[in-house]
Nanobody
Framework: QIQLVESGGGLVTPGGSLRLSCAAS????????MGWYRQAPGRQRELVAT???????NYADSVKGRFTISRDNAKNTVYLQMNSLSPMDTAVYYC??????WGKGTLVTVSS
């Protein structure tokens, strides 16, 4: 059984930064693709970024150049560094493993 626990969300002013973390537990976690998705109020869940076990990354156009996904396979942890945040980034951010397992999410609110 894979468990994902996100942390690092909170309230930040526009232009600010946050770093999300997702700690994964369970077998062979280091071998699968991990990712971050988000869901804003009234909207569908959408891809933010993914990273393979080998470090290949993919980003949504809306976050390219502002967000960076990384992972530490030894710690079974994936990170999302978010810079230049805007109110449009306000959402619950979810960690995903292997396009199947989900965390419970962490709320990011960007507001002045």
């Amino acid at each position: 059984q894979i468990q994902l626990v996100e942390s690092g969300g909170g309230l930040v002013t526009p232009g600010g930064s946050l770093r999300l973390s997702c700690a994964a537990s369970g077998s062979i976690v280091s071998s699968g693709t991990m990712g971050w998705y988000r869901q804003a109020p009234g909207r569908q869940r959408e891809l933010v970024a993914t990273i393979t076990s080998g470090g290949n990354t993919n980003y949504a156009d809306s976050v390219k150049g502002r967000f960076t996904i990384s992972r530490d396979n030894a710690k079974n942890t994936v990170y999302l560094q978010m810079n230049s945040l805007s109110p449009m980034d306000t959402a619950v951010y979810y960690c995903n493993y292997a396009f199947y397992y989900w965390g419970k999410g962490t709320l990011v609110t960007v507001s002045s």
